[in-house]
């Protein structure tokens, strides 16, 4: 039941930190047109200011789902 639990939490700081990444690289910005001065309101404003947070909660969800997934192979 424990190795269940540390998958799915992994699996779910994943997802929440590499869509937020991704939707602050992308969306936000995007690469076609260039840089404006515009103000950063709201939930963009988290986005890009703790830009390196959800990255790093991305990078531990990938391991927190690896050890999961080893202890459920174990059993």
């Keep these: 039941m424990k190795t269940r639990l540390l998958v799915i939490i992994g699996i779910a700081l994943m997802i929440e930190g590499f869509s937020s990444v991704i939707y602050s690289s992308f969306v936000m910005f995007p690469p076609t047109e260039p840089p404006m001065m515009r103000p950063i309101d709201g939930m963009d404003y988290v986005l890009f200011m703790y830009k390196q947070a959800f990255l790093f909660s991305g990078i531990i969800g990938i391991f927190v789902t ?3 997934i080893i202890l459920w192979r174990k059993k």
């Design 66 to 68: 690896l050890a999961g």
